[in-house]
Nanobody, 122 residues
Framework: VRLVESGGGSVQAGGSLRLSCSAS????????MGWFRQASGKKREEVAG???????IYKDSVKGRFTVSKDSAKNTLSLQMNNLKPEDTAKYYC?????????????????WGQGTQVTVSS
């Protein structure tokens, strides 16, 4: 299993970034993909993902600013991030999780990549 993230960088508050993730070595049909992030010294937190029904789930603080999308045929996942805020600064990870009904969250049962750093300055 291999997941590779790209697209991170440094932007000013209000700017945009688009993260991409390419997945290989797993059956996308039985997994639900999404993004989590981890800021320095803080706990991991889910950002956005797809549930078992293909619906999107977002962390409250990113709703209306972030959009997660996927291309199942290509096994890719994207995260469009608009109106970025300094509190969005973190390392972002693409993760493939077991599907769990109407929920999505990162867990020890997931696979994830090396992450990509997003830094938002005020």
């Amino acid at each position: 299993v291999r997941l590779v993230e790209s697209g991170g960088g440094s932007v000013q508050a209000g700017g945009s970034l688009r993260l991409s993730c390419s997945a290989s070595g797993l059956s996308a049909s039985s997994r639900c993909m999404g993004w989590f992030r981890q800021a320095s010294g803080k706990k991991r937190e889910e950002v956005a993902g797809f549930d078992a029904h293909g619906s999107t789930i977002y962390k409250d603080s990113v709703k209306g600013r972030f959009t997660v999308s996927k291309d199942s045929a290509k096994n890719t996942l994207s995260l469009q991030m608009n109106n970025l805020k300094p509190e969005d600064t973190a390392k972002y990870y693409c993760t493939s999780e077991p599907c769990r009904g109407r929920t999505w969250y990162p867990s020890i049962d997931g696979y994830w990549g090396q992450g990509t750093q997003v830094t938002v300055s005020s």
